[in-house]
């Protein structure tokens, strides 16, 4: 009777599923497996022993509940080898063997399978669990709880091969097993997940979460709200449709801002400030300084000034200084240079500014500081690069570089009498090379010394030669000869005693120094 019941319960719960799985926005499947079932290692046999597997077949009925979980309802067959029942005491005592013998077993489960799905995943890993109904050709029923896991390697957009082991809890004394499966699943019932997944993913190229065949901006990413085109200003407004797409602005004005909401956008408003009226681009229509000259000719609108121009009678050179406040009230300048004429408009007066093309600071004069490290470009030998007043502005050289300048005087060696670099001298001179590299502002001067050994004239040939021999190998590096300049000073230049040993040594050099460009 429970078997009917239990039988009848599943029955309907299949059904009822397969009525759910018509949908074909959730695909289904069928598959089939051949079977391997272990029904003796779980109970008392050998897990080593190949030969106590038995076949059977499967037919499963798979339905997708979303891209990780599948609902799955398998039917199995198998031939299974049981034994006669007799007690280990008989078998021992009385030496009777059990009699083995074949039987029929069928079941059908209701699995929950949950797979590490992605879309464009050809191996899918997954873990199932569930629970089943298992019946015996001697009548014999009992219930089981599947657990294990599988693989389903994709061969086609629908199809699959399916590999799974699992192990049976059951309910009853000495049913407990093990399956272990290889076969194929098939989708059917709509377009397979995982094709349907890479259809509706699609190429982004932006990132932006918009697939590009629906992003009207497929190379910048933006919001879907303005379907995936970016909005630099955040005013909502596309940046191909703002006009003014670096600064907030408003729908009616093209994503241009009002400032002063006299109803003309900024970006054609003279006076974006102060509110106006169109006829006069948007700066006042009235008179400001009450001098009867309308703001829209007055050259001096904020300064009362005669019915010509606007402008105050006191101001000889028309620049909107009173004579009375210009500094040079003979020469039309501005309001920042207190009248003076300012060539670079940086309000330090040309006759006062050191740089008068050049905007700049009045701390330094009217000069700029281009690097930022407190020296005017004016004083400043690397304007470009930052550096202490001790290099007059230019980067300071660290001191490991300046010890390996100062190793080279040492370590440059030449076959002797002779200006040929020998190997061991390429590493300090690759180092040199890496070093002015480093240090863009700076030049090289590469000078060649000898000992007073021999004639002076041959000396100072040779000293420069070896100096080029160094220049050479340095252009090779990749430094521009325009950077480096090298001499020959002979036996002219000694740092040491020349009537020693050391000293003579020390006397053959080639030094090398770094001088701001």
Same mark, same amino acid.
């Given at each position: #009777?429970? +078997?009917?019941? &239990?039988?009848? %319960?599943?029955?309907?719960?299949?059904?009822?599923?397969?009525?759910?799985?018509?949908?074909?926005?959730?695909? #289904?499947?069928?598959s089939?497996?051949?079977?391997?079932?272990?029904?003796?290692?779980?109970?008392?046999?050998s897990?080593?022993?190949?030969r106590?597997?038995?076949p059977?077949?499967?037919?499963g009925?798979h339905k997708?509940?979303?891209?990780?979980?599948?609902?799955v309802?398998?039917?199995?067959?198998?031939i299974?080898?049981?034994?006669?029942?007799?007690?280990?005491?008989?078998?021992?005592?009385?030496?009777? /063997?059990r009699?083995?013998?074949?039987?029929? %077993?069928?079941?059908?489960?209701?699995?929950?399978q949950?797979?590490?799905y992605?879309?464009t995943?050809?191996?899918?890993?997954?873990v199932?669990?569930?629970?089943?109904?298992?019946?015996?050709?001697?009548?014999e029923?009992?219930l089981q709880?599947?657990?294990?896991?599988? &693989?389903?390697?994709?061969?086609?957009?629908?199809?699959?091969?399916n590999?799974?082991?699992?192990?049976r809890? !059951?309910?009853?004394?000495?049913?407990?097993n093990?399956?272990h499966?290889?076969?194929? %699943?098939?989708?059917?019932?709509?377009?397979?997940?995982?094709?349907?997944?890479? *259809?509706?993913?699609?190429?982004?190229?932006?990132?932006?979460?918009?697939?590009?065949?629906?992003?009207?901006?497929?190379?910048?990413?933006?919001?879907?709200?303005?379907?995936?085109?970016? $909005?630099?200003?955040?005013?909502g407004?596309?940046? &191909?449709?703002?006009?003014?797409?670096?600064?907030?602005?408003l729908?009616?004005? +093209?994503?241009?801002?009002d400032?002063?909401g006299?109803?003309?956008?900024?970006? /054609?408003?003279?006076?974006p400030?102060?509110?106006?009226?169109?006829?006069?681009n948007?700066?006042p =229509?009235n008179?400001?300084?009450?001098?009867?000259?309308?703001?829209?000719?007055?050259?001096?609108?904020?300064?009362?000034g005669?019915?010509?121009?606007?402008?105050?009678?006191n101001d000889?050179?028309?620049?909107g200084?009173?004579?009375?406040?210009?500094?040079?009230?003979?020469d039309a @300048?501005?309001?920042?240079?207190?009248?003076?004429?300012?060539?670079?408009?940086?309000?330090?007066?040309? &006759?006062?500014?050191?740089?008068?093309?050049?905007? @700049? !600071?009045?701390?330094?004069?009217?000069?700029?500081?281009?690097?930022?490290?407190g020296?005017?470009?004016?004083?400043?030998?690397?304007?470009?690069?930052?550096?202490?007043v !001790?290099?007059?502005?230019?980067? *300071?050289?660290?001191?490991?570089?300046?010890e390996?300048?100062?190793?080279? #005087?040492?370590? %440059?060696q030449?076959?002797?009498?002779?200006?040929t670099?020998?190997?061991?001298s390429? $590493?300090?001179?690759t180092?040199?090379?890496?070093?002015?590299?480093?240090?863009?502002d700076?030049?090289?001067?590469?000078?060649?010394?000898?000992?007073?050994t021999?004639?002076?004239?041959s000396?100072?040939?040779?000293s420069?030669?070896r100096?080029?021999?160094?220049?050479?190998?340095?252009?090779?590096?990749?430094?521009p000869?325009?950077?480096?300049?090298?001499? =020959?000073? =002979?036996?002219?230049?000694?740092?040491?005693?020349?009537n020693?040993l050391?000293?003579?040594?020390l006397?053959?050099?080639?030094?090398?120094?770094?001088?701001?460009?």
């Amino acid at each position: #009777m429970k +078997k009917t019941i &239990f039988l009848l %319960v599943i029955s309907f719960f299949c059904s009822h599923l397969a009525l759910q799985a018509q949908n074909p926005e959730h695909p #289904m499947g069928i598959s089939f497996k051949a079977l391997l079932m272990d029904y003796q290692s779980q109970n008392g046999g050998s897990l080593s022993s190949f030969r106590q597997y038995d076949p059977g077949f499967e037919l499963g009925f798979h339905k997708s509940i979303n891209n990780n979980l599948n609902l799955v309802i398998p039917i199995k067959f198998g031939i299974v080898t049981s034994h006669d029942s007799i007690n280990e005491l008989d078998e021992l005592q009385l030496g009777l /063997d059990r009699r083995r013998f074949h039987k029929l %077993v069928a079941g059908i489960d209701a699995q929950i399978q949950y797979q590490f799905y992605k879309p464009t995943s050809k191996v899918i890993p997954y873990v199932m669990a569930g629970l089943g109904a298992v019946t015996e050709s001697e009548g014999e029923f009992n219930l089981q709880a599947p657990l294990g896991l599988g &693989f389903n390697f994709k061969i086609a957009d629908h199809a699959f091969v399916n590999l799974q082991s699992e192990y049976r809890y !059951s309910f009853t004394e000495g049913r407990n097993n093990l399956h272990h499966g290889l076969g194929f %699943v098939y989708l059917i019932g709509g377009k397979a997940p995982m094709k349907q997944e890479e *259809e509706t993913v699609g190429e982004d190229s932006d990132g932006d979460g918009i697939i590009d065949d629906l992003d009207l901006c497929p190379n910048a990413a933006g919001p879907k709200e303005l379907n995936g085109c970016p $909005d630099r200003d955040g005013d909502g407004i596309a940046d &191909f449709q703002d006009v003014c797409p670096d600064i907030a602005g408003l729908k009616e004005f +093209k994503g241009c801002p009002d400032s002063d909401g006299d109803g003309i956008s900024d970006n /054609d408003d003279e006076c974006p400030n102060l509110a106006g009226v169109a006829s006069n681009n948007g700066c006042p =229509g009235n008179d400001r300084d009450k001098d009867g000259v309308p703001d829209a000719r007055d050259r001096c609108p904020d300064l009362a000034g005669d019915q010509e121009d606007g402008c105050p009678s006191n101001d000889n050179d028309l620049d909107g200084v009173p004579n009375d406040l210009d500094r040079c009230p003979e020469d039309a @300048g501005s309001v920042a240079a207190e009248g003076c004429p300012d060539a670079d408009g940086d309000g330090v007066a040309d &006759f006062e500014d050191k740089c008068p093309t050049s905007p @700049g !600071s009045k701390v330094y004069n009217g000069c700029p500081d281009t690097d930022g490290d407190g020296i005017d470009d004016s004083r400043d030998r690397c304007p470009n690069s930052a550096g202490p007043v !001790s290099t007059n502005g230019c980067p *300071e050289i660290s001191r490991a570089d300046r010890e390996v300048l100062e190793l080279a #005087m040492r370590a %440059v060696q030449f076959d002797t009498g002779r200006a040929t670099l020998k190997s061991e001298s390429f $590493d300090v001179l690759t180092q040199i090379a890496a070093i002015l590299k480093r240090y863009p502002d700076y030049n090289l001067s590469i000078s060649g010394h000898t000992d007073n050994t021999g004639r002076a004239q041959s000396n100072q040939t040779l000293s420069e030669r070896r100096a080029k021999a160094c220049y050479e190998f340095l252009i090779a590096q990749g430094i521009p000869a325009a950077r480096m300049n090298y001499a =020959g000073y =002979g036996e002219s230049k000694p740092i040491a005693d020349n009537n020693t040993l050391r000293g003579r040594a020390l006397n053959r050099r080639v030094e090398f120094n770094m001088v701001p460009r």
